[in-house]
């Protein structure tokens, strides 16, 4: 993960904003890259909370229950709410399109977070921040499923 190009990727990744070069570095060296193909399953609702995964390239697909929520493009992290907290997965996710990603293992995440009070701080703020996003979609979603409803309803009664 030295070359030009990949440290380009890594800058993009929310994650990892406000950390140093070799903060980043460390954080890497806590996880490693792997390759999936097009419909491997990389976890199942319920399934235990073992790493997180940063995608770098490629697709995913998180479903709950069977209903797609959403999917998950480059630069993107998925599995951070059960690396904190340490629950089961809430959903599955599958591969899309050919993807690359880092999987940072939680016992080594927990580690050097430990390690290193200002790497946390960072980390946490920028999980945080993603997940304040990530609802904020979800509420949007939910207001617009709403409106939709309130349009057949008043469309049932004409």
Known sequence: MNSHKELKII???PLFQGLSLNQ???LLNSGQMVNYQKG???CKEGDKSTDMLILLAGELVIRRKNKE????????IVGEMGLITGLPRSAQVEVTKDATLILINKMKFDVLLKRDATVAAKIYRNMLITLCGRLQEANDRLDQSSKDEDKKIVRSMI
């Open 11 to 13: 800058e993009k990744i």
């Open 24 to 26: 980043v570095r460390q």
């Open 40 to 42: 491997k399953i990389l």
């Open 69 to 76: 929520l959403t999917s998950v493009t480059p630069v993107e």
